[in-house]
């Protein structure tokens, strides 16, 4: 199921009730919108209600979206259960993808929401357009430069955060002249330890990073060049459920791109675009006390690639789209282990090893009249996965002897969803899909990545098969000027599951670790689950929204597989009056307990929190002051979620303020 997971809840369900044309909107947004996305947006100025707000605040917003924490920064996005390789994580359409073993730098880290434009989430098999799925995908599409005919715009920030005595200040300026325009964006964070609820302060949860990011754009009328350039610094950051921190972390991100309008050619929008960036991640565990054997843990991942992708003239009910792609990437992560008194050990955690995919992806809404619209899409990715001969080679052949320097695997997608108006104002639409996904490198050559959750090392297995996944949804929603209403329900059933097994026989390589296990392909897996939401306006000046999601999860012999998250809600309301805005916001999460214990967890108790927020618009002379104030887990509960690794109590009571300034 397309599911247009625009940022907040009200925004999925006016989108899925006003666009019966999902995918042809995009494209035209992408096209006509960026010119004048900037204000007045109800999409980007609802979720920049919350100056302060990180990418990751928006995103666990999103229906069918959680994170999974390991501290205070540095969370990982995970679709209904799934996540890591499961989803695909992009920018822009780009594929990027971490430099670390140990999954503290999922990519959306390295965007702050000045650099964003929006967030599109599209939830399972069907979420293929980026790259063949199990789970779905997530693209941060990033703010383009825009034509204005203000030639100097731009915002600057500063804010506060009393509960990890946090700074963010930010700046981006847009440049526009007749046919050109460029910008500049500049953040920069800083975080102590935070203070979890009760006040107990979380030692290891600082951090400091810069964000800097410049793009141009060339118009020639209805043909526009792009071009970006993304620079992204941590240092410092601390992962408190985790032995070590990270010392360094710099992401490159570069691209060219192309957009062709024609309206009445066959292909009526084309959009091209070449990339390029790299990671560079480096552990560090010189800041703990009490570490039993110091080691140096540096990774660097880079991808390389291009797509085109348009779609065609409407040819009778028929409108019919194009992707074409094709990523490179290379990975190495190494390993020098100092024991005292003898001489240091090296590794290749990731061998140096790499991938190269080649896909098409094609997708056409039929629509067969006014009340109902077929949509059927499919993709087909040919994947060639090298390891070099070396090192890491050597070291895989002790487990794998006649381990390969190329395997070659094929990986496809299937989609069909019927969209039926039913009387006047519901809308039901029932999704049936198939789709597969690669293993990760990790999971095919990792080499004694420890996990700190179950405590285990781990060993990739070369000849993993591909994950699949059968899957169907149900959507019914209801719309009405003062309600919107949607539920889904989806039923996922994984054959070739990617998991992991005890091997007893083997000896650990970390000091004090559990034990080994290698990954392996389990018969299978099933998540079920759903959400649900409702808006209501009240008033002119109260609104109401409120969201549900659910999942559950089990192996084919009904053991609950790990890390699935709670049933949660996120309740707002909101009352606006002129330049003023005030909105209670309660997150419940239910107790989890459906675990794993043989991946080390335990039960969680569930928790209800509450947030304030508000906001004052200054105008003069067409320019805007914002100010921003909110106290977060108002009542300064200690709580986790499921999802957090450690059972790590998350932030107690957050004042946070943040004034803007918009010219
Ligand atoms: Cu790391």
């Known amino acids: 199921?397309?599911?247009?997971?625009?940022?907040?809840?009200?925004?999925?369900?006016?989108?899925?009730?006003?666009?019966?044309?999902?995918?042809?909107?995009?494209?035209?947004?992408?096209?006509?919108?960026?010119?004048?996305?900037?204000?007045?947006?109800?999409?980007?100025?609802?979720?920049?209600?919350?100056?302060?707000?990180?990418?990751?605040?928006?995103?666990?917003?999103?229906?069918?979206?959680?994170?999974?924490?390991?501290?205070?920064?540095?969370?990982?996005?995970?679709?209904?259960?799934?996540?890591?390789?499961?989803?695909?994580?992009?920018?822009?359409?780009?594929?990027?993808?971490?430099?670390?073993?140990?999954?503290?730098?999922?990519?959306?880290?390295?965007?702050?929401?000045?650099?964003?434009?929006?967030?599109?989430?599209?939830?399972?098999?069907?979420?293929?357009?980026?790259?063949?799925?199990?789970?779905?995908?997530?693209?941060?599409?990033?703010?383009?430069?825009?034509?204005?005919?203000?030639p100097v715009t731009g915002r600057v920030g500063v804010g506060y955060q009393s509960a990890?005595?946090?700074?963010?200040?930010?700046?981006?300026?847009?440049?526009?002249?007749?046919?050109?325009?460029?910008?500049?964006?500049?953040?920069?964070?800083?975080?102590?330890?935070?203070?979890?609820?009760?006040?107990?302060?979380?030692?290891?949860?600082?951090?400091?990073?810069?964000?800097?990011?410049?793009?141009?754009?060339?118009?020639?009328?209805?043909?526009?060049?792009?071009?970006?350039?993304?620079?992204?610094?941590?240092?410092?950051?601390?992962?408190?459920?985790?032995?070590?921190?990270?010392?360094?972390?710099?992401?490159?991100?570069?691209?060219?791109?192309?957009?062709?309008?024609?309206?009445?050619?066959?292909?009526?929008?084309?959009?091209?675009?070449?990339?390029?960036?790299?990671?560079?991640?480096?552990?560090?565990?010189?800041?703990?006390?009490?570490?039993?054997?110091?080691?140096?843990?540096?990774?660097?991942?880079?991808t390389g690639g291009g797509f085109v992708e348009g779609n065609f003239h409407p040819a009778g009910k028929h409108t019919l789209s194009f992707r074409t792609d094709y990523y490179h990437n290379q990975v190495l992560a190494e390993m020098t282990m100092y024991p005292e008194g003898a001489s240091s050990m090296y590794m290749q955690t990731w061998p140096a090893s790499g991938r190269s995919v080649t896909g098409i992806y094609l997708n056409d809404v039929y629509k067969i009249n006014r009340s109902t619209q077929v949509t059927v899409n499919g993709r087909i990715d040919w994947a060639v996965t090298t390891l070099q001969e070396g090192f890491g080679m050597d070291q895989l052949q002790v487990f794998y002897p006649n381990v390969q320097s190329a395997y070659q695997q094929i990986t496809s997608t299937v989609n069909g969803k019927v969209k039926q108006l039913i009387r006047s104002n519901w809308i039901a639409e029932v999704h049936v899909g198939y789709g597969e996904r690669l293993p990760t490198l990790s999971e095919n050559f990792g080499f004694y990545l420890f996990n700190r959750y179950d405590g285990f090392d781990y060993i990739g297995q070369p000849d993993l098969v591909p994950e699949k996944n059968w899957s169907t949804d149900l959507t019914l929603s209801y719309f009405s000027d003062q309600v919107q209403l949607t539920a889904t329900g989806f039923y996922n059933y994984l054959p070739d599951y990617i998991f992991s097994r005890i091997h007893p026989e083997l000896s650990v390589m970390t000091p004090g670790a559990n034990g080994v296990k290698i990954y392996e392909n389990i018969p299978s897996a099933t998540l079920v689950g759903g959400e649900a939401s409702v808006l209501a306006n009240f008033s002119k000046n109260l609104q109401f929204i409120t969201a549900l999601k659910y999942t559950h999860g089990q192996d084919f012999e009904g053991t609950p597989l790990p890390l699935i998250p709670p049933l949660t809600s996120n309740t707002t309301l909101r009352y606006s009056i002129k330049n003023f805005n005030i909105q209670l916001e309660n997150e419940i999460a239910s107790s989890q307990q459906n675990v794993s214990p043989s991946y080390g967890e335990d039960e969680t108790v569930g928790y209800s929190i509450f947030n304030l927020r508000s906001g004052y618009k200054i105008n003069w002379n067409r320019k805007q002051l914002y100010v921003n104030a909110g106290i977060e887990n108002m009542f300064d509960k200690n709580y986790h979620n499921h999802l957090d690794w450690g059972n790590l109590p998350r932030p107690g009571r957050n004042i946070n303020v943040t004034i803007e300034f918009v010219f």
């Open 1 to 150: 199921m397309r599911l247009i997971c625009s940022l907040l809840v009200f925004v999925v369900v006016g989108v899925r009730a006003q666009s019966v044309d999902t995918l042809r909107t995009l494209y035209l947004s992408e096209v006509v919108v960026n010119s004048t996305i900037q204000e007045g947006d109800t999409l980007q100025n609802f979720f920049r209600a919350n100056k302060s707000a990180t990418t990751e605040d928006i995103l666990s917003r999103l229906q069918g979206v959680y994170l999974i924490r390991r501290g205070n920064y540095g969370q990982e996005p995970m679709l209904r259960g799934m996540t890591g390789g499961q989803i695909n994580l992009t920018i822009d359409g780009m594929k990027m993808f971490g430099a670390c073993t140990d999954k503290m730098d999922p990519v959306s880290i390295y965007i702050e929401p000045q650099n964003l434009k929006s967030i599109q989430a599209v939830l399972g098999s069907d979420g293929s357009r980026l790259g063949t799925t199990v789970g779905g995908s997530v693209d941060m599409q990033l703010a383009q430069p825009f034509l204005s005919s203000q």
């Open 164 to 302: 990890w005595n946090g700074f963010n200040t930010y700046a981006n300026v847009n440049y526009s002249q007749h046919k050109s325009a460029y910008n500049l964006s500049l953040n920069y964070r800083k975080a102590d330890d935070y203070r979890a609820g009760g006040g107990e302060v979380i030692p290891y949860s600082q951090y400091e990073k810069m964000n800097l990011s410049a793009g141009g754009k060339w118009s020639m009328g209805k043909d526009t060049l792009l071009a970006s350039a993304l620079v992204d610094d941590g240092w410092n950051i601390g992962f408190p459920a985790l032995p070590m921190d990270v010392g360094s972390a710099k992401a490159r991100i570069y691209s060219l791109g192309y957009n062709r309008y024609r309206a009445h050619e066959t292909v009526q929008n084309l959009n091209a675009k070449i990339y390029y960036n790299s990671v560079f991640h480096s552990m560090d565990d010189t800041q703990r006390e009490n570490v039993e054997m110091h080691m140096d843990m540096p990774g660097t991942s880079t």
